[in-house]
């Protein structure tokens, strides 16, 4: 069993704490303006990166500012390549400007819940992080169709787990439109994490044990107890002893 996981978190996004999270993780998930952020705030996301030594990457959605890119919009494969490949080439740009080499790529919201089922949008994605940079790292949700396109291409490719998500008899994501899909308590989050990482496995809505693979875990930083959950998170990661880097 592996000694070391990845903890990234969902950045530039608006938040007020984000620089209190950001020397808790290890990696750093940047909006790319079409789902929140701009080129002021990516900045600004990236200059903290780079002061904490936490991973950039690029966090491409569904062009939806209005939903958060959390409602699946109807795009064809090739204007999903197309948008995905617009947002990493405009953060890989201002990253590139301040001296930051892009680590990562992860789908936000809508766009990386589709992809994680749907072969045609997941190839969408693949193809054009593939053709920017065919070295970064794809984020994805573990055991889903995200991965199965990464390896069809030999690209890089982390089994991405959620502490603040509940699973569902499939492994997949339990909707936000249901009411346990949100896991609000700091205990639940950080023993979901634990059993992911000690047992490879996480325990589905109805009770029962998923396989699971964890290379990385997600925290999402517009939680109300995104700092909470960070600084508790990290230290149940490291006393188990699990070493948190990128």
Do not use: W
Request: hydrophobic share 40%.
């Amino acid at each position: 069993m592996k000694s070391f996981v990845d903890l990234n978190c969902d950045m530039g996004e608006g938040m007020p704490h984000e620089e209190t999270i950001m020397p808790l993780i290890s990696s750093a998930n940047i909006a790319c303006g079409e789902h929140a952020g701009d080129e002021s705030t990516m900045s600004k996301t990236i200059a903290l990166a780079r002061k904490y030594n936490v991973a950039v990457g690029a966090h491409p959605s569904y062009p939806d500012r209005i939903h958060f890119g959390r409602v699946s919009i109807p795009m064809s494969e090739e204007e999903i390549y197309a948008c995905v490949y617009k947002q990493i080439s405009k953060i890989n740009e201002i990253a590139s400007d301040m001296g930051v080499k892009l680590h990562h790529v992860k789908p936000h919201g809508a766009l990386y819940n589709d992809a994680a089922i749907n072969p045609v949008i997941a190839a969408a994605i693949a193809r054009a992080i593939e053709d920017f940079d065919s070295s970064l790292i794809i984020y994805g949700l573990a055991n889903s169709i995200s991965k199965q396109e990464a390896e069809k291409r030999g690209m890089p490719f982390y089994n991405e787990v959620f502490a603040d998500r509940t699973y569902t008899e499939k492994g997949l994501l339990t909707p936000r439109s249901s009411p346990n899909a949100l896991i609000e308590k700091e205990e639940e989050a950080v023993n979901q994490v634990l059993h992911m990482l000690q047992y490879q496995s996480v325990i589905s809505n109805s009770g029962n044990s998923i396989p699971i693979v964890a290379d990385t875990i997600c925290l999402h930083g517009d939680g109300p107890h995104a700092v909470q959950f960070a600084k508790a998170l990290r230290n149940a990661i490291e006393s188990i002893p699990f070493q948190i880097k990128s």
